[in-house]
């Protein structure tokens, strides 16, 4: 189980120094919003290659059913999609995928 003692604990905060200049500060939020079984993680951003071994990471520490939710993604490239298709094929749940995530989901 993750190690968090209540509901809406950000995890984990992705930054890109060489943006802070020009004010993107956050490339992707990575929040508890239910601990229980199935632990829920809401990505909030931008996922990139970069962030891939930071959510992996994080959903191997949940140690349950995790879904995920992607109500406020705004973009995956392909390594962050690939993450995606790969989780959702083991099992991952998924809450808020849009449209378009959802097409770019069922894509290979």
Known sequence: M???RSRGDVLHDTIRLDDWA???????????TNQRPPVVLALAGR?????VPV??????EARDQVIL???WL???DGEGLQLLRELKARGT???GVSPHMSLLL???
Do not use: C, K, N, W
């Open 55 to 60: 959510v992996s990471r994080t959903i191997a």
């Open 22 to 32: 020009a004010g993107d500060v956050m490339t992707l939020r990575i929040a508890l």
């Open 69 to 71: 939710d992607l109500t």
């Open 74 to 76: 705004l973009s995956a």
């Open 93 to 95: 749940g998924f809450a």
């Open 2 to 4: 993750i190690p968090l």
């Open 47 to 51: 996922l990139s290659g970069e962030e």
């Open 106 to 108: 069922a894509q290979s």
